[in-house]
């Protein structure tokens, strides 16, 4: 049991449970267990339901496919983020939302008192347990008749047909780690029993229930971004790393005619940097040229373990200083420490462990 806690979209969630370091080899090596309930769950019903996400979200869902996820943006009407989130079309009539803002609720909401449209927030109805790491298909396979390999269950897809230990679950394969993973959506009257299961069969295996600083040091290396640290309401999907998948042939969507404006004229970009020291006091420090040309921001920085403790950051930096090798200076605590762009993300770029580790033989 931790007695470190921290506030997360307004939920409780361990920053550390056991060691952070041995919290992040477990997940690398073999297998991490961590609770995601906090993420706010949107269900809309109604013939509708298609549409009034396609006209809040930036990405086109009109033709997602079944067993699809859809990652992007969502804005305000100024075209500035809102939240980063993942759309799931359950059946014609029926569309499933993912995101971590309260402010997405009421979008859908306001959109859908026209529509023929119910819109239900059920973040605190449905357990949300993240398994993760090489080994999260060894411990779930044996708890279901569901095939869960590559083939049966792709990177990016979702199953509402799944059982684990007997407990029907919302089963998505994808996860925040850059490793396999999976995330498990349960009633929420069974989700400790979900999260038994997950702990039993796990444990034997290496894995390790995870915190909060942990997953900083996986979001970091795996260039994943986060609400309140790469953006915030006057950031835009351009900046902080989301401006493919705002879909501007579609002819209506919250923030579209801003952001027609800002696919041009906004310079910042979402990099890694590497710095010479400085660890997570490296994290807010402005960045500029070595002639002092102000270039950008680290949004945050860790001693990256991947890196042999090396300090890594993410940032957004402009687009005229963004290539890969590009040396800056931070000012960290008022001292100047070097930093270099590098490529991102830094680890496992092409996403290969997360999208096609085979089954174990």
């Not at 069974?190 to 942990?214: H, N, S, Y």
Request: proline fraction near 5%.
């Amino acid at each position: 049991m931790t007695d470190r806690w921290m506030d997360l979209f307004g939920y409780a969630a361990p920053a550390v449970v056991s060691d952070t370091q041995e919290e992040y080899r477990a997940c690398r090596q073999a297998a991490a267990l961590m609770d995601f309930s906090m993420l706010r769950k949107v269900d809309l019903d109604g013939n509708g339901a298609r549409a009034v996400v396609d006209a809040v979200v930036c990405r086109d869902v009109s033709a997602l496919g079944p067993g699809r996820i859809a990652y992007g943006a969502l804005t305000n009407e100024r075209g500035k983020m809102v939240d980063d989130c993942t759309v799931m079309v359950l059946a014609p009539d029926r569309v499933r939302f993912c995101g971590a803002n309260d402010a997405d609720y009421a979008a859908f909401s306001a959109e859908a008192e026209s529509a023929p449209v119910t819109v239900s927030e059920r973040t605190d109805e449905i357990g949300h347990l993240c398994l993760q790491g090489p080994l999260s298909r060894r411990i779930l396979q044996p708890l279901t008749a569901s095939d869960l390999a590559n083939e049966a269950f792709p990177y990016y897809t979702y199953r509402t047909d799944v059982r684990i230990a007997g407990i029907p679950v919302f089963m998505t394969r994808l996860g925040y780690t850059a490793e396999l993973g999976y995330e498990l959506w349960a009633d929420g009257d069974r989700a400790l029993e979900l999260w038994d299961a997950l702990l039993d069969a796990g444990t034997p295996t290496g894995m390790r229930v995870i915190g909060m600083d942990a997953l900083d040091l996986f979001r970091i290396e795996g260039g994943f971004i986060i609400g309140g640290v790469e953006y915030d309401e006057t950031v835009s999907p351009y900046e902080c790393g989301l401006g493919w998948s705002v879909a501007l042939d579609k002819q209506r969507f919250r923030g579209r005619e801003a952001l027609i404006l800002d696919r041009d004229a906004v310079r910042r970009r979402l990099v890694s940097v590497r710095l010479e020291r400085g660890g997570a006091a490296a994290s807010g420090a402005e960045l500029s040229t070595s002639a002092g040309e102000p270039a950008g921001l680290v949004t945050q920085a860790v001693e990256s373990p991947f890196l042999d403790g090396a300090t890594l950051g993410l940032g957004r930096v402009d687009r005229d200083f963004a290539a890969v090798g590009t040396e800056l200076r931070a000012d960290v605590d008022g001292t100047p420490v070097g930093a270099t762009v590098v490529s991102h993300p830094v680890y496992d770029p092409q996403r290969r462990r997360a999208k096609e580790l085979p089954a174990e033989p």
